[in-house]
């Protein structure tokens, strides 16, 4: 069964630093793009971040750019999502999931999903 399992969610300051993992199993993950994809509070889903199947292409949303990067080790099946200079309208369920191929066409596309875990940036 495909699974993807989140982990590295917590509460953290205005301004500091965390890092999401995602380890998935059941696929052949090196060839399979994935994204980061968060609900807000009260809001719905937005993608945040995707990489290709090899990690040598990467975008974000405007908002994260410079201050997130996603990144990818596909010899332990597991993406990763470097949270740094986090800000209060970051707080939000995070969730990785698993593109049909091995490039990002979008969100509509995702098929799999983690869990999710919860980032709260405040004070």
């Known amino acids: 069964e495909v699974q993807l399992v989140e982990s590295g969610g917590g509460l953290v300051q205005p301004g500091g630093s965390l890092r999401l993992s995602c380890a998935a199993s059941g696929f052949t993950f090196s060839n399979y793009a994935i994204s980061w994809v968060r609900q807000a509070p009260g809001k719905g889903l937005e993608w945040v971040s995707a990489i290709n199947s090899g990690g040598g292409s990467t975008t974000y949303i405007d908002s994260v750019k410079g201050r997130f990067t996603i990144s990818r080790d596909n010899a332990k099946n597991t993406l990763y999502l470097q949270m740094n200079t986090l800000k209060p309208e970051d707080t939000a369920l995070y969730y990785c999931?698993?593109?049909?191929?091995?490039?990002?066409?979008?969100?509509?596309?995702?098929?799999?999903w983690s869990q999710g875990t919860l980032v709260t940036v405040s004070s």
């Open positions: 999931a698993k593109e049909p191929w091995d490039d990002c066409e979008g969100i509509g596309y995702l098929e799999k």
